[in-house]
């Protein structure tokens, strides 16, 4: 069973940055494809970006390409997700979830785990 836990959300102007981070415990990190996913109210959750547990490719969804950076460092269990020039419609909750899949997958039905999600507000 792992446990994931979001961190570092919060306020921040567009044009800001943030840095997420997802930490795992109760398994081994480096076992699971690592993805972050978003939602707001009424709509269902999208996938942001992800980074395969088998070589550390990424994928990426078109409307943060070149402004978000997902990494992981699987020594100290953690997964992050770097969010420059942001933009008032990344508004969300997000989520990190881990998947046993060897590729990253876009939809959520493929992971096991869940985090309780960050909430990331960005101003215009």
């Known amino acids: 069973q792992v446990h994931l836990v979001e961190s570092g959300g919060g306020l921040v102007q567009a044009g800001g940055s943030v840095r997420l981070s997802c930490a795992a415990s109760?398994?081994?990190?480096?076992?699971?494809?690592m993805a972050w996913f978003r939602q707001t109210p009424g709509k269902d959750r999208e996938f942001v970006a992800g980074?395969?547990?088998?070589?550390?490719?990424?994928h990426y969804t078109r409307s943060v390409k070149g402004r978000f950076t997902i990494s992981r460092d699987n020594a100290k269990n953690t997964g992050y997700l770097q969010m420059n020039s942001l933009k008032p419609e990344d508004t969300a909750v997000y989520y990190c979830g881990a998947s046993s899949a060897e590729v990253v997958i876009l939809t959520t039905g493929r992971y096991d785990y869940w985090g309780q999600g960050t909430q990331v507000t960005v101003s215009s």
């Open positions: 980074i395969s547990r088998i070589d550390g490719s990424t």
């Open positions: 109760g398994g081994t990190f480096s076992r699971y494809t």
